[in-house]
């Protein structure tokens, strides 16, 4: 069975233009969860799909945004970067929302300039 | 104040020696999770614990309830031990994350 896959895996972005970061879960898997991990914070819990509704979100502002698809694969969004954005961005898949293991993707690091 | 604590922080270990690594959290949880991240970034999930203890090879962890504490431990440590452990909670609708552990594993 192939595992999480993100794509792209590496990123350069200029302050103020918007990005989209893909994130393709194990096959049957229904739950897509999103961090970031910065040397100064640590990993920060993003948000969590599952069946294409959020179902939960970390303290994050509003530029920061998600979505997910009919065959739970999902995409998030960060508009308007700040430097501070600069992070491994790293998605992470289960079959369901509770009670099972997380697989986690190769991340993408962006990088803001 | 953090979530979740993580300690040490850093740990050098010499190969074979026993090695544990402590997680203490202040929030309720559903379940707490062991993670392993090597250079490079990829992490690995070892460990997911609701209650009491789970044994992967040499790998063993364990969670007191009450007591809002986890350790990881690592019997017969080896160089391909070292990597960042990190210990996360789920609490409701939030995951909160410690610090992580590095663990340098001497031959």
């Known amino acids: 069975k192939a595992g999480v896959t993100q794509t792209p895996r590496y990123l350069i972005k200029t302050r103020g233009q918007q990005v989209t970061l893909s994130c393709s879960p194990i096959?049957?898997?229904?739950?897509v969860s999103w961090y970031q991990q910065t040397p100064g914070q640590g990993l920060q819990f993003l948000f969590e799909?599952?069946?294409?509704?959020?179902?939960n979100k970390g303290n994050f502002p509003g530029r920061f945004s998600g979505r997910q698809f009919s065959n739970s694969r999902s995409e998030m969004n960060v508009s308007t970067l700040e430097l501070g954005d600069s992070a491994l961005y790293l998605c992470?898949?289960?079959?369901?929302?509770?009670?099972?293991?997380?697989?986690f993707g190769p991340g993408t690091r962006l990088t803001v300039t | 104040k953090n979530e979740v604590e993580q300690s040490p922080q850093n740990l050098t270990a010499q190969e074979g020696e026993f090695i544990t690594i402590n997680c203490s959290y202040s929030?309720?949880?559903?379940?707490l999770h062991w993670l392993q991240q090597h250079p490079g970034g990829g992490i690995v999930s070892l460990f997911m614990?609701?209650?009491g203890k789970k044994k992967h090879g040499r790998l063993i962890a364990t969670i007191n309830i009450q007591e809002k504490h986890s350790s990881l431990h690592i019997t017969a440590s080896h160089p391909r031990d070292s990597a960042v452990y990190i210990c996360?909670?789920?609490?409701?609708?939030?995951?909160?994350f410690g610090t992580g552990t590095s663990l340098t594993v001497i031959p």
């Open positions: 992470a898949s289960s079959l369901e929302v509770t009670g099972h293991e997380q697989y």
């Open positions: 096959s049957g898997h229904r739950s």
């Open positions: 799909y599952f069946s294409e509704t959020q179902r």
């Open positions: 929030v309720g949880i559903s379940a």
């Open positions: 614990l609701s209650s």
């Open positions: 996360a909670v789920r609490s409701r609708n939030q995951f909160y």
